[in-house]
C-alpha cells in the first residue's frame, strides 16, 4: 500500500555529511556551484544506490565537477573494523566510526528467520525466504541510555548518537559485505545498539534516505523501528511517516511495577500511556504492530503472565515476538526452561494473539539480542569500507 499523498514532510535535522544530503539538497549545493540542478540525484545515486564515494568513478559527471566533489572529501562515514560469521550463516560486523569508537551490526539470512519473528517485519507471501534475501539488524546509538537490566547494551551507558550518515551507512556496508554472495538486504531492523527513538532526528533522516526511491529503495513496511517506548516519538513517527514503518514495542512486562523494574523507562512513560499511543499509531489496513517481549525465567514468564500479557493487548492489532532471553555476562537473569517457553506461547495462542518464538541468531558469535555490547571498543584492526559498483 502506497502512503497517503498529503504526508506531512518529517522535520529533518540539516545535512552534517554528504551522505545525508537528500537529492534536491545535493541540487541547491551543487546549484550554488554553478551546476546544473539535475546534477544532486545523480550524485545522490553514486553515493546511495551504488556505494561510491570516490568522485573520480562517477563517469557521467563533467572531470570538473569530480574534482570539486572530490575536495567536498566524500568518505565513507565508517569502515568495517572486523567481520565474524556464526554457524547458522548469521554474520556480525563490527564498524569503525570516525572517533574510534565501534557499533555492531548483524546481517541475518532470512532463510533462517520465520514469518513475524522480528527479523521479516511484514507477514506477506512475498516473503517466503529465500537464500538471496538477508534482513540487517543496525544501531543508532553507541551504548544506550535506557538501562533495561536484561541487555548488554544498556550496560556500559550511553556514549553518543549516531549520525544519519553513520546509521545509512551500516546498510551501505552490509549490502557491499554481501555483493560477493549474490544476497540482498531486504529488510532493516533498528535492533541493535541504542534506542533509536531516543536519537529521533538522525533516524528519521536515515528512514527517509535509505527508503528513497533513487537510493537504497527499501520499502517503509521493510524497515522496522523498536523501542522502549518513548511515547512522544512513536506519536512522532506516526504521524511523520504516515504508519508505514513498521513498529515494534519492547514490553516484557504486564505490570507497571514489574516493567519499571527491568525497564526504567516505564516510570516516564507508564503502561497506559504506551497502549494508548499504539491505539492511536496510524497503521495501515492488515499490518500489525510487533510486540517484542523477553522471556525472563521468574521474571515474567508464568501462565499467569500470558494470560495478562493477553488482556493488555486486546483490542489492538499486535503480533508477539517471545524472545527467550539470551544470556549476558555476569547477568543472573537467564531464559526460562523450554517447557515455560512453550506453556507460554500455547497460552497466548489459546487467548487468540498470534506470536512466534524468535530463534536465538549468531549466538556463537555474540550477535543475538541484548549480546551487542561494546566489546570491540579496544580492538583498531582496520580495513577500508569497500565500494559497491553496478
Ligand atoms: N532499544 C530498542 C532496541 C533494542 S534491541 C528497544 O528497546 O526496542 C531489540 C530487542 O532485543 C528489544 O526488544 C530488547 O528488549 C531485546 N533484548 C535486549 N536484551 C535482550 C536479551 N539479553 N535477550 C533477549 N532479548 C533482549
Redesign the pocket.
Known amino acids: 500500500m502506497s502512503a497517503p499523498p498529503s504526508l506531512p514532510r518529517p522535520e529533518l535535522s540539516p545535512p552534517a555529511h554528504p551522505l545525508e544530503r537528500l537529492p534536491e539538497e545535493w541540487a541547491a549545493v551543487l546549484e550554488a556551484w554553478g551546476e546544473p540542478k539535475y546534477r544532486g540525484l545523480q550524485v545522490f545515486r553514486w553515493l546511495h544506490q551504488r556505494g561510491v564515494f570516490d568522485a573520480e568513478q562517477m563517469t557521467d559527471l563533467p572531470k570538473s565537477l569530480r574534482r570539486k566533489l572530490a575536495e567536498e572529501s566524500l568518505v565513507p562515514p565508517l569502515s568495517i573494523a572486523q567481520a565474524h560469521e556464526s554457524e547458522d550463516g548469521t554474520r556480525k560486523l563490527l564498524v569503525s566510526l570516525p572517533d574510534e569508537r565501534t557499533v555492531e551490526t548483524v546481517l541475518i539470512p532470512m532463510k533462517s528467520t520465520q514469518p513475524g519473528d ?1 527479523y521479516t517485519p511484514e507477514e506477506d507471501p512475498d516473503d517466503e525466504p529465500t537464500s538471496a534475501w538477508v534482513t540487517q ?1 543496525i544501531s ?1 546509538q553507541v551504548g ?1 541510555a ?1 538501562a ?1 537490566t ?5 550496560i556500559a551507558g550511553f556514549k553518543r548518537h549516531l549520525s544519519a550518515a553513520e546509521i545509512v551507512g551500516q546498510v551501505l556496508a552490509g549490502r557491499a559485505q554481501l555483493e560477493a554472495s549474490g544476497e540482498r538486504v531486504r529488510n532493516v ?10 536519537n529521533y532526528a538522525a533516524v528519521a533522516r536515515a528512514l527517509t534516505l535509505l527508503c528513497h526511491p533513487d537510493g537504497l529503495g527499501l520499502s517503509k513496511r521493510r524497515v522496522t523501528v ?4 518513548l511515547v512522544p516519538e512513536i506519536d512522532r513517527l506516526g504521524t511523520e511517516f504516515g504508519g508505514q514503518v513498521q513498529l ?5 512486562a504486564t505490570s507497571d511495577e514489574r516493567r519499571s523494574e527491568v ?1 526504567p523507562i516505564n516510570k516516564k512513560y507508564p503502561l497506559a500511556e504506551l497502549l494508548a499511543a499504539l491505539k492511536r499509531y496510524p497503521l495501515p489496513k492488515r499490518r500489525r504492530i510487533t510486540i ?3 522471556l ?1 525465567e521468574g521474571v515474567n514468564a508464568s501462565i499467569a503472565d500470558a494470560k495478562a500479557l493477553a488482556k493488555l493487548l486486546r483490542g489492538i492489532p499486535v503480533k508477539v ?1 517471545l ?6 555476562d555476569d ?1 543472573p ?1 537467564r ?1 526460562p526452561s523450554w517447557e515455560s517457553v512453550d506453556a507460554f506461547q500455547e497460552t497466548l495462542r489459546g487467548q487468540g494473539v498470534p506470536n512466534f518464538v ?1 530463534r536465538r541468531k549468531g549466538d556463537d558469535i555474540a550477535a ?5 555490547a561494546l566489546r570491540g571498543e579496544k580492538k583498531k584492526v582496520r580495513v577500508p569500507l569497500p565500494t559497491v559498483r553496478s
Open positions: 522480528g539488524c543508532s544506550c535506557m533495561c536484561f541487555c548488554a547494551s544498556g531492523v533498528f535492533m541493535g545498539m541504542g534506542e533509536p527513538l531516543h523498536s523501542t522502549s517506548g515494534a514495542i519492547s514490553l516484557h525497564m517484542e517481549y523477553t525472563i515476538n524472545i527467550p532471553m539470551n544470556a549476558v547477568n537473569l531464559a524468535r543475538a539480542c541484548g549480546q551487542l
